[in-house]
């Protein structure tokens, strides 16, 4: 079992299909063989099993009779390191990562500490001669789910059809206050000042249409855990779209209101799941929400 999810051909996997309910780690523990309990464990948790199409972490994903799950056989100790993120998809093609809060996605300036050099750095120490492509951007204090094309074609062509092919897209946050409606849409338009701040308008004000819809998972008299499900994806949409409603996303210093329960920007991106743009296969991720997030509810 590799120290992090690398698809490749067909015969570097051992496939298993589950014969009855089970969950996940359980599973694992008990048809996995020639693994350590804390490899199988660690390998769960931070880089994930395919599970079908899915790359799953959480301890508890219940499994089904007829589940398909994938388990590389390759041993080579070529595992990607670094306190700022963590690969959980890679192929000749493209890199799937997420990222910790406090990195930035690309460069924004010569000594800027940021995804892209972090992944190159990789690719020359593994020998890969690829370069890392920025596909699309989390913010420097936004945490989670990104994609990285490892050649230019790949780049543009998920670029280009981004819409269709980024079919599922979410994120989870902590809001301020108790959110009274358990799910609903905001959709409004949004526009950049020149002081580069975001702003919404109910009518066309030049800017972007931008849809969200949210879901509440949990909430407290001060706080609330809830999910994003973008239909757009502009710039700062979910922190503006919170900010509309007036619960704003905790610890966001340009949109909020002070509230800031966990010293950190509380947003994180969950879930994504896409068309491959070569192997036309769908792929889909999803990482645990943020433990301290969900102590805030305990």
Not at 208 to 227: G, I, M, Q, W
């Amino acid at each position: 079992m590799k120290n992090y999810t690398q698809y490749g051909r067909s015969n570097d996997y051992a496939h298993y299909t589950v014969d009855k309910p089970a969950l996940l780690l359980e599973w694992l523990l008990e048809n996995v063989k020639g693994e350590s309990k804390s490899k199988i464990k660690a390998t769960l948790q931070n880089h994930g099993i395919r599970v079908g199409s899915k790359v799953i972490t959480k301890f508890d994903y219940p499994l089904k009779p007829g589940m398909k799950i994938h388990i590389s056989k390759n041993k080579r100790n070529n595992a990607f390191k670094s306190k700022w993120m963590k690969i959980v998809y890679e192929d000749q093609y493209l890199v799937v990562i997420e990222k910790n809060a406090g990195i930035l996605s690309m460069a924004a300036g010569h000594s800027s500490l940021n995804c892209k050099t972090v992944l190159d750095q990789y690719f020359n120490e593994t020998r890969q001669h690829c370069q890392a492509h920025v596909v699309h951007r989390l913010d420097r204090d936004t945490s989670g789910l990104m994609i990285y094309a490892k050649d230019k074609k790949t780049e543009l062509s998920l670029e280009e059809d981004w819409h269709n092919t980024v079919y599922d897209r979410r994120y989870v946050a902590v809001v301020s206050g108790e959110m009274r409606e358990d799910e609903g849409t905001v959709a409004n338009w949004l526009k950049d000042n020149r002081a580069y701040i975001t702003f919404s308008s109910p009518v066309d004000n030049g800017g972007k249409y931008a849809v969200t819809h949210f879901r509440v998972l949990d909430r407290t008299p001060n706080h609330s855990l809830v999910e994003f499900k973008l239909e757009t994806g502009r710039k700062n949409q979910i922190r503006v779209h919170t900010a509309d409603m007036g619960h704003p996303v905790c610890g966001d210093i340009k949109y909020g209101n002070g509230d800031n329960p966990l010293g950190r920007l509380c947003l994180h991106a969950y879930v994504l799941c896409f068309v491959h743009p070569v192997t036309h296969k769908r792929l889909e991720f999803e990482t645990p929400i943020p433990g301290n997030f969900r102590h805030l509810f305990k």
